[in-house]
């Protein structure tokens, strides 16, 4: 299975704020979508950075809650690992472990196309494991 197989399962939709907006504003998102990472935009190319909760929970506990009145743009990450449509899940699992990133957006042709989180990579590793377990049940119960 591969990044595009992934996004067709689950969706294109990625969620982006400007890095001119409040981290208090990030948050709000977040809450309200119920999701870990914002992409960033407002910079050159298809995205400027990522900001997760872990950037906001690390900020908070530097700063306290004055981290919350901070642009985007102060926490978010900007080394930002992506991937293709063509990358296959098992490449993105230990491209997320070996770097320690939970969210890894997708970029063809200079244009964001997707966002994946290891909940994504988990979920649809999960289903193949289950698909092959129902074919091999199938195999040996058909001989």
Do not use: F, W
């Not at 309200?32 to 190319?45: C, K, N, P, Q």
């Amino acid at each position: 299975m591969n990044v595009a197989q992934l996004l067709a399962s689950k969706g294109r939709e990625v969620a982006t704020i400007n890095q001119e907006r409040s981290v208090r504003d990030a948050v709000a998102m977040l809450k309200e979508r119920g999701i870990g990472a914002l992409v960033v935009v407002g910079g050159a190319g298809p995205l400027t950075g990522i900001l997760s909760e872990r950037d906001v929970v690390r900020a908070i506990a530097r700063e306290g809650a004055d981290a919350l009145d901070l642009r985007v743009s102060a926490l978010m990450s900007t080394d930002v690992t992506t991937c293709t449509e063509a990358t296959s899940v098992n490449q993105l699992m230990s491209l997320m472990t070996e770097k320690r990133i939970r969210h890894v957006p997708v970029v063809e042709s200079s244009l964001l196309v997707g966002l994946v989180s290891i909940g994504d990579v988990v979920k649809a590793r999960v289903n193949e494991l289950e698909s092959e377990k129902r074919d091999l049940l199938d195999y040996v119960s058909a001989r």
